[in-house]
């Protein structure tokens, strides 16, 4: 198939659809930012006096603090600046830190990258392992994995991360309970952002892997004698990997949400914690970047796995019409 040439009009066919989801993906990024925008303003309390903190202010010193920050004029003035600035690729300054909130993410980027990356390697390689370990084999064996499963994918993130805390860094004291920068500090938070995951991970992989096992592939295979073992990990698994690609876009939306909770409960420094601080300040730049980061993230991911779809699998010619 890699070696065919693409069919007439195709390669035009997929730049125009390309073209289309890219506009739907700005499209998304605004109206994410705009929600986030409209909640913020929405919410109790005077933005300035959050600023401020404690102190008392005088009524000239909070008009010269919302000149500064461009919270004078009407709320659809202040709207159009916003809207103004993040078109133009800026995301503001922050009000607690002073700072671009670009430097503020860019700052965090890292540790959540990293945490990000750990919990998602950890659940893929437990389900798989769950996976080839339990599909197709005893039915007893296959309702324990599932009940298992259920049990890690409703599990709450805070709640498994506070067992976690309880029982390996306060009674038995083999991890550390507040993150110190080394390895393992990144164990217990890694573990709590992949357990949900893990659960449908695992759910998703059995059952494509029972179906290809009745593929005639698999029946080729074992008439030349290849194992049971052999023959879930040289050739039913890469079947059953496609699937996963369906769940990119849950997979990120669990990353990011889970990495705001879980950095909060290891006191951990990341990203998620600094949109919880944000959040509870009504720091709305920090927070709207965030939630255009997230947005972008989100929409990239799912374009690049529905153009490799359409890459892949000719069938789905018809679809990007």
Not at 19 to 26: D, E, G, K
Not at 272 to 290: E, H, K, M, Y
Request: glycine share 10%.
């Amino acid at each position: 198939m890699k070696g065919l040439p693409p069919p007439a009009g195709g390669l035009a066919l997929l730049r125009h659809w390309v073209v289309r989801r890219l506009a739907l993906a700005v499209v998304v990024v605004l109206g994410a930012a705009s929600a986030a925008f409209a909640g913020l303003w929405l919410a109790p309390g005077d933005p300035v006096q959050l600023i401020v903190g404690s102190h008392e202010v005088t009524p000239e010193v909070a008009a010269r603090v919302r000149d500064d920050l461009g919270l004078d004029g009407p709320l659809v003035v202040q709207y159009g600046r916003f809207l103004g600035r993040l078109l133009s690729g800026d995301l503001g300054h922050s009000y607690q830190a002073s700072r671009p909130v670009a430097d503020v993410l860019g700052d965090q980027a890292a540790a959540t990258v990293e945490l990000a990356l750990a919990g998602f390697l950890l659940a893929l390689l437990g389900a798989v392992l769950l996976a080839v370990a339990t599909a197709g084999r005893r039915p007893w064996l296959r309702r324990a994995s599932s009940a298992v499963e259920l049990v890690l994918g409703s599990t709450p993130a805070f709640w498994a991360g506070i067992v976690l805390l309880t029982l390996f860094s306060f009674r038995w004291q083999l991890f550390p309970a507040v993150d110190g920068g080394g390895l393992d500090g990144l164990v217990l938070p890694a573990v709590t952002l992949a357990l949900p995951m893990l659960g449908v991970f695992a759910q998703v992989l059995r059952e494509s892997m029972e179906r290809s096992l009745e593929e005639p592939y698999a029946l080729s295979a074992r008439a030349r004698g290849s194992g049971e073992t052999a023959l879930r990990l040289r050739h039913s698994l890469r079947h059953t990997l496609v699937p996963l690609l369906t769940l990119s876009g849950w997979t990120v939306g669990s990353l990011l949400s889970g990495a705001v909770v879980v950095e909060t409960v290891f006191s951990r420094q990341g990203i998620g914690r600094i949109t919880a601080s944000a959040i509870s300040a009504r720091d709305l730049p920090v927070v709207t970047g965030v939630v255009v980061v997230s947005a972008v993230v989100f929409t990239v991911v799912n374009l690049l796995v529905d153009v490799g779809y359409a890459i892949a699998d000719p069938r789905l010619k018809e679809s990007l019409r």
